[in-house]
């Protein structure tokens, strides 16, 4: 009786543990999760997201983000206050989600527009990070 109580439990561990690997984004782009605000204010004037096929910022949504609508060819357009080294980290916020955009760029003091292209259907998040710290997250749904 011991025995069979032992096989269904590690029969139901078998189970539920590949359900316990859900979307961790943690994962994916680093270990912050909170972005350093004060840095990020300190560094930059302006960051948006925008859509280059229509000119567009998209349609703010409070649960996902900026939503945009295909066809798609996304930039960010910045005003730095200094001069940075920036890294970008983009993965796709689902389960098994994967990094879809993972660079660094030199940034000079100014306006900068950084071309990130297409990343397909679903919601996505930007990391941004400068010197190594999370400085924003920016949420992006394309449907």
Do not use: W
Not at 26 to 54: D, P, Y
Request: contains cysteine; aromatic residues 8%.
């Amino acid at each position: 009786m011991k025995s069979l109580r032992i096989t269904i439990l590690f029969a139901l561990l078998g189970m539920v543990l590949p359900a316990c690997d859900t979307f961790q984004p943690s994962q994916l782009c680093g270990e912050e999760t909170e972005a350093n605000h004060q840095v990020f204010l300190n560094t930059f004037s302006e960051m948006q997201l925008v859509n280059q096929v229509n000119k567009s910022g998209g349609q703010n949504v409070e649960q996902t983000g900026r939503v945009f609508t295909t066809p798609v060819s996304l930039a960010i357009n910045l005003v730095s206050l200094e001069e940075v080294e920036l890294r970008l980290c983009i993965f796709e916020a689902r389960r098994n989600g994967k990094v879809v955009f993972d660079e660094e760029f030199s940034i000079n003091l100014g306006k900068t527009k950084i071309n990130l292209g297409d990343f397909g259907e679903g919601p996505h998040v930007i990391r941004v990070y400068v010197g190594g710290n999370l400085v924003e997250n920016i949420s992006f749904l394309i449907q």
